[in-house]
């Protein structure tokens, strides 16, 4: 909103330093008016105690997972296009209200409608909101973690899928910038084009052995990266640089080393 955006660019102007949870962010707010050189990147943390590796339940199909709020921007629609030219994969999609309130939910609505044109619809499941205690089985429970926003500030479901020991397949957008690796723990195609998100996840389901790989790397990756204890210290570094008047106490030049 044209509102937020003149305050933001105020607050770009005032204040001693700006702490980003990602690079992407970093380019955002300096479009706005920040001096880049007062910007600190700090990712979200990830409960890693919480959020663990382990075998998953046994699926009949291989299944996809898409976990988050049912809006556009969220591009579960390219997910359900992509779906087609899946034959016998599943996908689970996860969000938005409880269960029973998905019939008058508009964007399910549209989900579904799509699925029944693609001729998907047996293959699409919308399952509601999840509790937070069962994310951790439920995202163990799928082949691939996918989450191809059209515009994402950050987005912690990929490190959360990460942590469970599953590859990603997400849109190179924002903070999965930082923190899906291509050819490391997952995959990125460009946003809005199922297309080629098709092509990531047919290529990934047909190797097995690129999957676990990916899915230990994810594992090691947020571990030692995206861990409480360390996102803790990194913003109480910027915090002491900020008190001590260091003013470069840590640039985006520094961000995940």
């Not at 599953?166 to 084009?193: I, K, N, Q, W, Y």
């Not at 990934?204 to 861990?227: H, K, M, N, Q, S």
Request: aromatic share 4%.
């Amino acid at each position: 909103p044209p509102g937020r955006i003149a305050v933001e660019s105020r607050l770009c102007r005032s204040v001693d330093r700006v702490i980003a949870t990602c690079r992407d962010e970093v380019v955002e707010l300096a479009a706005a008016g920040l001096d880049p050189l007062k910007a600190s990147v700090v990712p979200c943390g990830v409960d890693v105690d919480h959020f663990t590796p382990g075998e998953g339940s046994a699926r009949q199909r291989p299944t996809l997972l898409v976990v988050g709020r049912l809006v556009e921007r969220k591009g579960v629609a390219d997910v359900v296009a992509a779906l087609a030219d899946l034959p016998g994969v599943d996908l689970l999609v996860a969000g938005g209200p409880p269960p029973d309130e998905l019939v008058v939910d508009p964007e399910a609505a549209r989900l579904r409608e799509l699925a029944e044109e693609n001729g998907t619809g047996d293959r699409l499941h919308l399952i509601g909101s999840v509790a937070r205690r069962d994310m951790p089985a439920l995202l163990r429970s799928a082949d691939i973690v996918v989450a191809v926003p059209w515009y994402e500030p950050f987005g912690i479901v990929p490190l959360e899928a990460m942590a469970c020991g599953r590859p990603v397949v997400g849109s190179a957008v924002g903070g999965l910038l930082d923190t899906v690796v291509p050819g490391v723990c997952g995959e990125l195609v460009p946003p809005r084009r199922p297309d080629l998100l098709a092509a990531a996840l047919r290529d990934l389901l047909d190797d097995p052995a690129r999957r676990a790989a990916y899915g230990e790397e994810g594992v090691r990756r947020v571990r030692g990266r995206y861990g409480w204890d360390r996102v803790c210290a990194e913003t109480e570094q910027v915090y002491a640089g900020v008190l001590a008047g260091n003013r470069h106490s840590r640039t985006t030049a520094e961000v995940l080393r």
